[in-house]
């Protein structure tokens, strides 16, 4: 691949094949009630192009800020295109986000247009345009994907119409080049305050390239588009898909059932996932009576997967295993179909060509030896750009010689394959012994009562912390915290066995599958102080 940079790689596919399948999505918020549409390369191009055209005559240009708040569909991708062409900044924002979480995205991005629906994180598109002329000072229009023209409204504009608008206008000059800021990607928060990750043209289309080469993606594939794309996996999944000139099935909101079915009818080859969404899908009722015989592989990442369940999927869909950050654009390793089952079941692989891993020292920050865990670090073409508007945070990310410190405790062994342990931050320490969450919350999934566990701490004033396992037990299941105590106490040391154990119908979770660690341990806390 000569060029990294998106909207000239979909040009030319547009080129030498303009009449491919390109995107295919039910009926979407624009057209409620009519059939699947399907969009070849060149349809898709010619779009991008026009809204480009469309939002340069605005006044939008390179480095303006474009947001987007849209499940998938094919006006995600054109505006990702436009923004592409144009050398604007896309700005994903998850549809699930609180309008104040909202309102602090967009003035920390300092957004200049924002595609959306007729309503934004809940809030209506006039309500908004009167908020955005007292708090939102950048914020000039909204281009709507939607049935209704708000014709009284100037800042508020139709979607459809300045695509049709921008095909007769001229080509502005564009210039971009592969090391702009392609898009600024919020990080979900789960510790603290969100971060914007600046990733430009070369980082996103570098691992989603490496990626393509792994899996072996071809123009004969037809991918999935179930991760929310807001998230940076689910523009790895666009992008990759979109260089190695395959089909992208959209699905706008994950749904079991709907997801089976469209798999089956549309003949789908390549199927991503976070561990929740495949395990949902195995499930289903009709999971069993489904021809899901095309499907080939895919990638599950985006959180920890044990053993078990990568066995489950693999039975069905040869996927790999990846692992990345926001930071990392997003992929830093992926085991490959040629790794024997135990590096396939237990690592996450090895990292990808032209990317450089080390773990080091929690303190000393010193090169780590093989199987010793300590903090992963990471270099290559895939690391972000920087944070958004934080210089300290940015600088303090980065060791002098130019590694990333993920914060992600991880151990490398001799052939280069890594095993994560956990997050530097999630580490538990009690009584002065480190306790990593993920081995815990592996080897209480295998009990077969447990569907999902998450192991937090909580302050205590004599040990430091306690380790306390927050289960969601299988739907019907008996099961006592005592039991899993034992169950536990049976296969690791006492002092890492769990002091407290809590249920729970469901985990919070963050719009991109993780789980909200610092939420669920201040419940448990409130729950301790009430006692």
Known sequence: MHSFHLATLVARRAGADPERECLVAGPGPARSGAGARRLTYAQVDADARALAKAFAARGVGAGDRVAIELPNCPEWTTTCLAAARLGAVLVPVNPSLGYHELKYQLRHAEVRVLVGGESVCGVDDRELCEEASRDLPDLQFLAVVGPDDLWYDHRILQFASLVERGRSLPDPAWQVREDDPLAILYTSGTLGKPKGVVLTHRNLGFAAQRVAEVLELTGADRVLGAVPQFTVFGMQVLISTLISGATLVLEPAFAPAETLRLIERERVTVCHGVPTMFQLLMRDASFGSRNLSTVRTGIVAGSPVSPDLVRQIRRWNDVQI?????????????????????????????????????????????????????????????????????????????????????????????????????????????????????????????????????????????????????????????????????????QVADDKTPDLVRFFDTFPMTGSGKVKRKELAQVVELELSAT
């Open 322 to 490: 990846a692992y990345g950050l926001t930071e990392t654009g997003p992929t830093v390793t992926l085991t490959r179909p040629a790794d024997s089952p135990e590096q396939r079941e237990r690592t996450v692989g090895r990292p990808i060509a032209g990317v450089e891993v080390r773990v080091v020292d929690l303190k000393s920050d010193e090169l780590h030896g093989m199987g010793l865990a300590g903090e992963l670090a990471v270099k290559g073409p895939n690391l972000m750009a920087g944070y958004h508007r934080m210089p300290l945070e940015t600088k303090r990310s980065f060791t002098d010689d130019g590694y990333f410190l993920t914060g992600d405790l991880a151990a490398l062994d001799d052939e280069g394959y890594v095993t994560i342990v956990g997050r530097r931050q999630e580490m538990i320490i009690r009584g002065g012994q480190k306790i990593f969450p993920r081995g815990l919350e592996d080897l209480l999934r295998t009990h077969p009562a447990v569907d999902d566990a998450c192991v937090v701490g909580i302050p205590h004033d004599l040990l430091g912390e306690l380790v306390c396992a927050c289960v969601v037990p299988v739907e019907g299941a008996i099961v006592t915290g005592e039991e899993l105590k034992e169950f536990c106490r049976e």
